[in-house]
């Protein structure tokens, strides 16, 4: 029997005070999900429970129990309440997935500060817009990230701290560094937990949009609430359960369900620091016997690349229950998981916005390939009418994904942006900005973005963010940035130029613009290619119109042309 039971039953008689009282938590009473995560598994008598194994690059494995975690995380508070960081600094972790990154989180939300997580590949220019944005007091990094941070450190006055938690001890600390070792501090074994209250923020995700620099979600402690339930009922997950979450902590899977949900429910997880290869990921399955596996459709999709005779030569009968999130999971990746693994991947829906699962396929539901699955109890979802905002009264028809605010885990508020928060809410709903349509039976059926972000394997990347980067290549006049097709990722970025007077296009050119700015952005965010143009296609006021760009790249339609100029 699944943790969820029936999921008819549960939408019968749902409130989130079920989730209240598990945790022992009263509406006014302190909420610290730091505590919550590590002191509170200990006082249930988890203590000795292995909560961590930790595998790095170079296969070296690291585990601790939950009272490593409860004490690791209590050093590392004491020690940024002795740099003077209070609750509310904005304190960033940008780290690969190294245990101090999971524990140095905890640590954070212990003191009441707030936690700002950003992949370490990202490159200074991206670093800078975030960093800025949140006036962020303190970076806790390693040494080989350490450089990009010096690289804008001027333009950064607030930043009052580089904590470099892998220093050798013998190369001197350059300005504002200073070096900590978990190895070797003193453990801390009481630490005054900050009294958090619900609405007290806890973590800061950065999320890219279409205009503009990319938005601080504001989070707060008492998601925890709907991330502790949604991971018990969605996830499954169980006492005995050894969990890996394949999602880096740089994004909001990797911290909803990479470390709040999984420590607060006191599971053993597995953490993989390596690149993705299907051989590494089975072996992984193998050698820890995870039984519940969270992962990514991109990642789906390679496996089902690398192809079943891979998968034979590994034991992986300990799995019981997978789950995906982040990009459409098409029907075929459903089927073949079933065929290979004895057990579909079930699909999940939700956002950095909003903090947990909302639309979900359930164990023991009926599973629907290509479905995104039904609303969580306790979230009402709906399909609006673009034009009025209203829900669609009849099944079948695509209209925009609404959620009614008032969930634990919603965002609070994009940081210092109160016009893109209202931006997303109307007549009652918040706008997810994807499309979907409904069945008669209530599934949700995922169509497309409702705006020109790209989503490449998962990650969401601003066009905005790429042409800003572009622009400010010297030979750049002017810059699009639209997505196209691409069999694994779905799609993939790809960039249209025009030069300034004076520079011709060539491949030498192309090179060069690539390499410089990929110093500027994420990996992630990369054009696969370039295409120059002599002008890009602008309505007559002079707006760039990705749309025409995005419809020949998708071999679409290319719609009302008549306000554009030279038409
Ligand atoms: O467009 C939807 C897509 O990813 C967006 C949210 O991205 P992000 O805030 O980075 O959070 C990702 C992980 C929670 C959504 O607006 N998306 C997410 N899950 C799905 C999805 N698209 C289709 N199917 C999904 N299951």
Redesign the pocket.
């Known amino acids: 029997m699944s943790n969820i039971g029936s999921y008819d039953e549960r939408l019968g008689n749902f409130s989130w005070s079920i989730s209240e009282k598990e945790l022992g938590y009263k509406p006014g009473d302190v909420i610290n999900i730091g505590w919550y995560c590590s002191d509170r598994v200990c006082q249930m008598g988890k203590a000795s429970k292995l909560a961590l194994i930790h595998e790095g690059f170079s296969g070296v494995e690291r585990r601790y129990t939950y009272n490593d975690i409860r004490l690791a995380s209590n050093t590392i508070g004491a020690f940024l309440r002795g740099l003077g960081i209070r609750n509310e600094d904005r304190v960033c972790l940008f780290m690969d997935k190294i245990p101090e990154l999971y524990i140095g989180f905890l640590a954070i939300l212990k003191i009441g500060a707030i936690a700002q997580p950003l992949f370490s590949a990202f490159g200074d220019e991206s670093l800078y817009v975030r960093l800025s944005d949140a006036g962020t007091t303190a970076v806790i990094t390693q040494k080989k990230h350490a450089p990009k941070i010096k690289k804008i450190l001027e333009r950064l006055p607030h930043l009052k701290h580089i904590i470099i938690v892998d220093h050798d001890g013998k190369t001197p600390l350059r300005e504002r560094e200073v070096a900590f070792s978990l190895t070797e501090a003193k453990p801390v074994e009481t630490l005054e937990i900050f009294e958090t209250k619900a609405e007290s923020p806890s973590v800061f995700?950065y999320?890219s949009g279409t205009t503009g620099q990319p938005k601080g979600v504001r989070h707060v402690h008492y998601s925890l609430i709907s991330q502790y339930l949604t991971a018990k009922w969605v996830l499954d997950l169980r006492e005995d359960d050894i969990y890996w979450c394949t999602?880096d902590p740089g994004?909001?899977?990797g911290t909803?369900y990479g470390i709040i949900a999984p420590f607060c429910l006191g599971i053993t997880q597995c953490v993989l620091d390596a690149g993705f290869s299907a051989e590494a990921w089975y072996r992984f399955i193998e050698k820890y016997k995870i039984t519940m596996w969270y992962s990514a459709?991109t990642a789906i999709r390679s496996l089902m690349k690398a192809g079943d005779e891979i998968v034979k030569r590994f034991d992986l009968s300990s799995l019981r229950h997978l789950a995906?999130?982040?990009?459409?999971?098409n029907s075929e990746a459903v089927v073949w998981s079933q065929r290979v693994f004895g057990r579909p991947f079930l699909?999940?829906?939700?956002?950095?916005?909003?903090g947990c699962i909302v639309?979900s396929n359930y164990p023991g539901m009926e599973v629907r390939p290509g479905s995104?699955g039904k609303p969580f109890p306790g979230i009402t979802a709906a399909i609006l009418n673009p034009s009025t905002y209203e829900p669609h009264s009849s099944y079948g028809k695509i209209g925009l994904i609404g959620l009614r605010p008032g969930w634990p885990s919603m965002m609070r508020s994009y940081w210092n942006n109160e016009a893109a928060f209202q931006g997303k809410h109307r007549n009652g709903w918040y706008l997810?900005?994807?499309r979907a349509r409904m069945d008669k039976d209530g599934y949700f059926w995922?169509v497309g973005?409702d705006d020109d972000?790209i989503?490449t394997g998962?990650?969401?990347v601003s066009p905005f963010e790429v042409e800003s980067a572009l622009l400010s290549h010297p030979a750049v006049a002017e810059s699009a940035v639209v997505s196209k097709p691409d069999p694994i990722n779905l799609e993939v970025v790809k960039a249209f130029v025009s030069l300034k007077p004076g520079f011709e296009p060539s491949k030498d050119l192309e090179l060069e613009i690539m390499n410089f700015i990929r110093k500027k952005l994420s990996p992630l965010a990369m054009p696969q290619e370039m295409a120059f143009f002599k002008s890009l296609p602008k309505t007559r006021s002079g707006k760039l119109v990705r749309r025409i760009l995005h419809a020949k790249e998708w071999g679409e339609e290319i719609g009302d042309t008549s306000t554009l100029e030279d038409d």
């Open positions: 995700h999320t999602a994004w909001v899977t909803s459709p995906s999130v982040g990009e459409p999971l699909d999940t829906y939700w956002q950095t916005e909003t639309i995104m997810t900005g994807d995922f973005r972000v989503n998962g990650h969401l």
